[in-house]
């Protein structure tokens, strides 16, 4: 699939701007109005960035619960 330069510009920036300064992106989105192609990869890309957050969460508490089972199921009092 081909993206547009304005779409991908705009995914790009809504990526980085959401990593580095969520309070900034968060009142840029409220304030944005339309519905261009650099809008939607605005969106596509704080989108994206909070997916990946959210996978990296999971997996860091799955792998918190695992080590914490085999550690404690080896104790002896």
Do not use: C, W
Request: net charge positive.
């Amino acid at each position: 699939m081909e993206v547009s330069k304005d779409y991908l510009k705009g995914f790009n920036s809504g990526y980085i701007v959401r990593k580095n300064h969520p309070l900034l992106m968060k009142k840029l989105l409220n304030g944005v109005k339309g519905n261009s192609e650099l809008v939607q990869g605005l969106k596509a890309g704080v989108s994206q960035f909070e997916k990946e957050v959210a996978i990296n969460i999971n997996q860091f508490k799955q792998g918190t619960r695992s080590k914490g089972h085999s550690k404690g199921s080896n104790l002896e009092f």
